[in-house]
């Protein structure tokens, strides 16, 4: 059965995905800056690189790798902030649908986000 969360537990939700979504991005970062910095290229013109190269070739790609995963972050934070979820779920029916758009059900409940909502099970309820 669904049910609304509370305010902690929407507050609490927001805080873990900020986490999750800051360390993804300083994983990618730090993943692609060392991967892109240890291999110097492909082909006839490759050379085996020595960790004096490797440390020569790493701040220009953490600076850009850097940008790249900060815009990303950006735009998650965007889009987490707007408050469009991709899918809704109907108070009376429990149906979960794709948002389209609507904000009535086809059996005339309210749609809300998903994201506002946990799934309990049938022994809880009780």
Do not use: H, Y
């Amino acid at each position: 059965m669904w049910t609304r969360k509370t305010k902690e537990e929407l507050v609490q939700t927001r805080k873990r995905q900020k986490i999750a979504d800051i360390l993804a991005a300083v994983v990618l970062w730090i993943f692609l800056s060392c991967f892109t910095a240890a291999v110097p290229g492909w082909g006839e013109n490759a050379k085996v690189s020595t960790f004096k190269d490797f440390l020569q070739r790493l701040p220009p790609r953490m600076a850009f790798w850097g940008l790249v995963a900060g815009c990303s972050l950006w735009g998650r934070f965007k889009v987490r902030k707007s408050g469009k979820a991709t899918a809704v779920v109907c108070l009376r029916c429990q149906t979960v649908k794709a948002r389209q758009g609507e904000t009535v059900c086809q059996c005339g409940g309210e749609l809300v986000n998903l994201n506002e909502m946990k799934w309990l099970k049938e022994t809880q309820v009780e």
